[in-house]
């Protein structure tokens, strides 16, 4: 549960970081039309895993609901098919999220992050927390920058990630529950 905190906050800086780096492309490639989108038996994290391999302009993050413990059992995912045509990203994600409506999208530059629709409004929630101006020196990793940047969270500081897992690219999970616990 806290290592999802970690990546997603991790997966956020890196895509931060490029974005300074790049021209905004975010727009463009989410009104880009894909000509077909065929899911069967299928979840939101599925769907978003195979818009990984189709926009490779946009980077995804995907945050699944948080549980009260972590031992409580798996919260559970909506299967459903969807067959689309002609249609843009963002239409995909519209569908995507319609079709479980747990889950909600926005985009932030060439981040696209899905998550919880419930956290919209919650101020309580870490990534809905204003981060006050500072300036960061000597970090050389990404992991540095995260919690550099979480010191600077107004507290609550709540579920926060206490040990370290390696990433992997969210296109080598399509099917699968990388974030189980």
């Given amino acids: 549960m806290s290592v999802r905190i970690g990546v997603l906050l991790l997966l956020t800086v890196t895509a931060l970081c490029a974005r300074d780096s790049q021209m905004e492309p975010g727009p463009t490639a989410l009104a880009s039309r894909v000509p077909s989108f065929h899911l069967k038996h299928a979840t939101v994290f599925d769907g978003v895993a195979e818009l990984t391999t189709i926009q490779s302009d946009l980077s995804f993050s995907f945050e699944e ?3 009260a413990k972590s031992t409580d059992p798996p919260i559970p995912q909506a299967f459903f098919d969807l067959t689309l045509e002609n249609k843009t990203i963002g239409e995909i994600l519209d569908a995507l999220c319609g079709k479980d409506m747990t889950y909600t999208w926005s985009r932030d530059g060439i981040m696209v992050n899905v998550f919880p629709r419930l ?3 919650d101020n309580s929630y870490l990534l809905n927390r ?3 101006p500072f300036q960061m020196q000597g970090a050389t990793q990404a992991e540095q920058a995260v919690f550099a940047i979480v010191a600077h969270v107004a507290p609550p500081l709540s579920r926060l990630p206490t040990h ?4 992997t690219p969210l296109t080598q999970f399509r099917g699968t529950r990388p974030f189980a616990d």
């Fill in 164 to 167: 370290r897992r390696g990433v």
């Fill in 130 to 132: 204003q981060v006050l």
């Fill in 65 to 67: 609901p948080l549980k």
């Fill in 119 to 121: 956290v919209l409004s």
